[in-house]
């Protein structure tokens, strides 16, 4: 597999020539000494075990307030006259805002730390989520969704550039699955909590989907709060780690990334010259256009099952159950290949023809059957992308490179949606946007087929590696 597209040029010697001499200073950088290195594994622990748990939880959040509307559109739509391209336009909206926002609320974040950028996001996104129980036409609704992205941009790229400043690339394929973990709990969670709202029919002049986004909307702003004064930006800020874990673990990071910049670069022109950056871009993209199409549009598939709202979410909740258990499974086995990239675009590759083979079936069972291979797939596809570019990206290469792949692969979350809205109002069934959607997921995994690993020879500065 050819992981470069200017293999036998002079482009291609010029790059095996800087790589040679980038693998060449690495191998002449201090390295941690074993037990050292068995020290810095004992604080990575203690800090996983005390930053995931509150970072799960504001993404659980962050996910949910990005998805509900799917849920509030059962009935929603109706009361506000959406047709299904003006809802599927109207939902997408939000990642045209994340879009415009999302490079520069990450390089923000860089410059002021996370604990309080994360905050103000949350805080914002929050509040405007809440603010959408108000819309009142297409119009509105269209507003709101594109406010609300604008407000969120840079979570989650953030999120992906925290873990530089605290986990090494051995650790980091763990701490990123564990982290998207928080894709199918929100659903989980949020689809049986979202069909029971939803049952609620009319209180104290608020229609049943209006309670959901504002009940729905609120624990962000709590957890905006908390945020201030529960994370540490760095190691070095760690109020709860020793002087000597600190030094030890900021050596670690300090080591890797000096290889990761000396090979391929550290400032923000260094991402935004690279090409690698645009083609994980673009795989993102195709991951997203799945992962949102589907996840919105899926509460009105399993409507068409025939069964009531409660019913539907406890429905919808079942793919996100088994996707959980399947992407953190199919996250250890790609961790203890020395190559990720034939777990990354299998992964998506089954997505693809599960999504396409319940296309065309019409019995609830099996088509929720298919639904679940295909949640699992795309999730699976989520575990183990994003150990690609924080592989090969550090300083403000890391900062801009993971909110430009963000930002253009968010682009799929208007494009899956608006894409499903469109060909289902000509089509007048789910047939053709679920085949539509199906061939960009493949393309993505051709994509990365082809691009293989860009940072598989990036060696972490230790001795334990």
């Avoid at 604990?115 to 805080?123: D, P």
């Avoid at 104290?204 to 702003?221: N, Y």
Wanted: net charge positive; proline share 4%; aromatic share 10%.
């Amino acid at each position: 597999m050819n992981s470069s597209p200017t293999a036998n040029t002079p482009l291609a010697a010029s790059e095996n020539q800087a790589q040679s001499q980038a693998q060449s200073q690495a191998q002449s950088r201090p390295r941690l000494a074993g037990e050292e290195y068995a020290a810095s594994e004992r604080t990575l622990a203690k800090a996983f075990r005390r930053i995931l748990p509150f970072i799960f939880l504001c993404y659980v959040v962050s996910y949910l307030d990005r998805t509900n509307v799917g849920f509030a559109a059962l009935t929603m739509n109706k009361d506000l006259g959406l047709t299904a391209s003006q809802f599927g336009v109207g939902a997408g909206l939000f990642f045209i805002g994340y879009f415009l926002f999302e490079i520069p609320s990450n390089l923000i974040m860089q410059k002021v730390g996370a604990r309080i950028w994360i905050a103000r996001i949350m805080i914002t996104w929050g509040l405007l989520s809440m603010a959408t129980a108000f819309v009142v036409g297409p119009k509105s609704f269209g507003a709101a969704r594109f406010l609300l992205g604008l407000a969120e941009a840079g979570f989650t790229p953030g999120i992906y550039l925290y873990f530089t400043h605290w986990f090494p690339g051995k650790w980091r394929a763990k701490v990123t699955a564990a982290f998207l973990v928080g894709i199918p709990v929100a659903n989980m969670i949020g689809s049986p909590i979202s069909g029971a709202l939803l049952q609620l029919g009319g209180l104290h002049g608020l229609r049943s989907w209006q309670w959901l986004l504002l009940i729905e909307g609120l624990p962000a702003v709590l957890l905006g709060i908390v945020c201030l004064f529960s994370l540490a930006d760095r190691p070095e800020k760690a109020r709860w780690l020793t002087a000597e874990e600190k030094a030890t673990l900021a050596r670690r990071l300090e080591l890797e990334q000096g290889d990761i910049g000396a090979k391929h670069g550290r400032n923000l022109r260094d991402a935004l010259t690279n090409w690698r950056v645009f083609v994980l871009a673009f795989i993102n993209f195709c991951g997203i256009v799945g992962s949102l199409g589907v996840g919105l549009w899926m509460p009105q598939i399993i409507k068409q099952f025939g069964v009531e709202h409660a019913v539907v979410g406890w429905l919808t909740a079942i793919p996100y159950a088994i996707g959980a258990v399947v992407m953190l499974l199919w996250a250890r086995l790609a961790s203890r290949s020395r190559n990720c990239i034939p777990y990354v675009a299998g992964a998506l590759a089954i997505a693809a023809l599960a999504l396409c083979i319940s296309a065309f079936i019409d019995v609830p069972l099996f088509k929720l059957m298919a639904l679940c291979v295909t949640v699992s797939g795309i999730l699976a596809f989520q575990a183990t992308y994003w150990a690609i570019p924080s592989g090969f990206l550090t300083g403000r290469a890391a900062a801009g490179g993971l909110a430009l792949i963000v930002s253009i692969g968010n682009l799929g979350g208007f494009v899956g949606p608006s894409m499903i809205g469109a060909l289902k109002q000509m089509s007048g069934g789910f047939t053709a946007p679920l085949l539509a959607v199906s061939a960009v997921m493949l393309l993505g995994a051709l994509t990365i087929a082809w691009l293989g690993d860009p940072g598989a020879d990036a060696g972490e500065a230790t001795s334990g590696r």
